[in-house]
Nanobody, 115 residues
Framework: QVYLVESGGGLVQPGGSLRLSCTAS????????MGWYRQAPGKQREYVVQ???????YWPPSVEGRFAISSDNAGKTVWLQMNSLKPEDTAVYYC?????????WGQGTQVSVSS
């Protein structure tokens, strides 16, 4: 069994910051493509960022310059640093990874940006 567990969500005022974390555990023989998606109420799930396997990191214009991604040396934990948060960043944030050749999703963590 494989687990992807996110943490760090919460309520923050506009302009504030949050740091999300995601840790993969369990029976892992290979892991890659760790990253984040988000889903706002009434909208489709959308790509946020992924640890690049080669080349640079692609950031959607909606978060570029405000968000940053990092990972540990083992490649099993990723962090999403979110700065200058806006109300439109409100969503459930999902961690994702390809583990043992299969695409896995975490359970999601709620991020709410409101005054």
């Amino acid at each position: 069994q494989v687990y992807l567990v996110e943490s760090g969500g919460g309520l923050v005022q506009p302009g504030g910051s949050l740091r999300l974390s995601c840790t993969a555990s369990g029976d892992i023989s290979s892991i890659s493509n760790m990253g984040w998606y988000r889903q706002a109420p009434g909208k489709q799930r959308e790509y946020v960022v992924q640890i690049p396997t080669r080349g640079g990191t692609y950031w959607p214009p909606s978060v570029e310059g405000r968000f940053a991604i990092s990972s540990d040396n083992a490649g099993k934990t990723v962090w999403l640093q979110m700065n200058s948060l806006k109300p439109e960043d409100t969503a459930v944030y999902y961690c994702t990874a390809v583990i043992n050749g299969r695409h896995w999703w975490g359970q999601g963590t709620q991020v709410s940006v409101s005054s």
